[in-house]
């Protein structure tokens, strides 16, 4: 009877620890099996992506403001 119990008590213990691995790396789990799903899919063309055009520009939302103040125009932010 003893090693039926353990062996119900390692089962649990094993089934209580997935889920909590799955309800905390929810996010990273989520992305990485979309990621699989995707390489696994034989009609994905990754050529079709808009984000990974070629002719995509490499500032999506410029900024057309021209800033008249010429001391704010002059700091720099530098980030190290």
Known sequence: MGA????VLGVVG???????????CKPC???G???????LNPDYDPDDDD???IN?????NPSTTVDSDPVS?????KAV
Do not use: F, H, Q, Y
């Open 4 to 7: 039926v119990t353990l062996a």
């Open 14 to 24: 094993l089934v209580l620890g997935w889920i909590s691995i799955e309800i905390a």
């Open 29 to 31: 789990l989520k992305r």
């Open 33 to 39: 099996r979309e990621a699989i799903d995707r390489n």
């Open 51 to 53: 984000t990974n055009s």
């Open 56 to 60: 995509a520009p490499l500032n999506p």
């Open 73 to 77: 125009a002059s700091i720099a932010i």
